[in-house]
């Protein structure tokens, strides 16, 4: 697998994943790296369905399968420098999950800045530890916090208890804002100048371990 295959997760529905996984991979392609989304979900507004409908020229093909890190290796080959893995959020997909985790470099875990979601990030971490044990090399994980609202003490706080926690909570911020949630089925431009575009670039200076 390439040097940075990112696998965006988080083990709860509606956390930003996909529009997470879509600027990341736009801000990888703006940047001139050759990128490839992966669509390990599926279902509902996906990755897949989205670059179809904003006919995207970033490839990105759908490979919901639990064994993706077995079948994704000889589809990627050495065409790509970045891969972009999008996953399910339900927990009876968590094989899924594992799956692409076992190939990661980074897990990406995007998550709003709230009680609710704070409290699935053990389960998450548990998942990264089990199946990062499986890999040749574990990935790194970070969170990145998504849907803030600029000036509430929630972002600071949260980024904190985190941090407190041990887990590398990523410097941008990703704010609650119209343009990303208008955004599933339309092209992405400019994604580098966006938040995301500081989230890749820091996310692909964490060296690997
Ligand atoms: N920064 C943001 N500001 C406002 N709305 C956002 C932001 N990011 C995502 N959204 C919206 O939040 C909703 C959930 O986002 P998204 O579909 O990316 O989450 P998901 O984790 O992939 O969901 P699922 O678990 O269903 O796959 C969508 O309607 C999306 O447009
Ligand atoms: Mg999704």
Known sequence: MPALTI??????????????????????????????????????????????????????????????????????????DGVVIDTPPMKERRGVVASAIRIATHVLVPMAPTGMEYARIPAIRELVEEAGALAVTPPQLAVVLTRTVSNAASTDVYRQMLSDDGVRVLRPTVGRLERYAQAFGLPITNAAGTAYGDVADELTSIGIT
Do not use: C, Q
């Not at 490979?63 to 890190?69: E, F, I, K, S, Y």
């Open 7 to 80: 696998v965006v997760a988080n083990l709860k529905g509606g956390s930003t994943k996909t529009t997470t996984a879509a600027f990341v991979l736009h801000a990888l392609a703006e940047a001139g790296l050759p990128a490839l989304g992966v669509d390990a979900d599926g279902e509902n507004e996906s990755l897949l369905a989205w670059s179809e409908a904003g006919e995207w020229s970033i490839p990105v093909i759908g490979m919901p399968v639990a064994d993706l890190h077995r079948k994704l290796p000889g589809v990627v080959g050495d065409r790509y």
